[in-house]
């Protein structure tokens, strides 16, 4: 069940690649529905994969997989942070 919900966010939220293509990342769409996700898209994540796989998401993010906005927003609704005190977003590394 929750793979398959996934996978229909995948094609809803990661357009341009196929499901099953998107779906060798499943954190990548779970962090792309946290990102863009419409309110019930994202009330449907919440259910179906629930808070620790949420915050497993946060804590492994890449660089440019959330706005600034959703990166705070979710460090606060899953109780990662305290307020004042969030992260940085992840940062590309050049070498």
Sequence with gaps: MELEILKQFAAKYIWWKTP???MR???????????IGD??????LIETMGEDYLCKVMQ????G????????YWHYRLGVSA???????????VA
């Design 65 to 72: 997989q959330f706005s600034p906005k959703s990166w705070v």
């Design 83 to 93: 307020p004042g005190h969030v992260p940085e977003l992840p940062q590309r590394r």
């Design 60 to 63: 492994n993010a890449e660089a």
């Design 20 to 22: 099953e293509e998107a």
């Design 39 to 44: 309110y019930d898209d994202v009330l449907l």
């Design 25 to 35: 990342i499943p954190e990548r769409v779970a962090a792309q529905v946290m990102d």
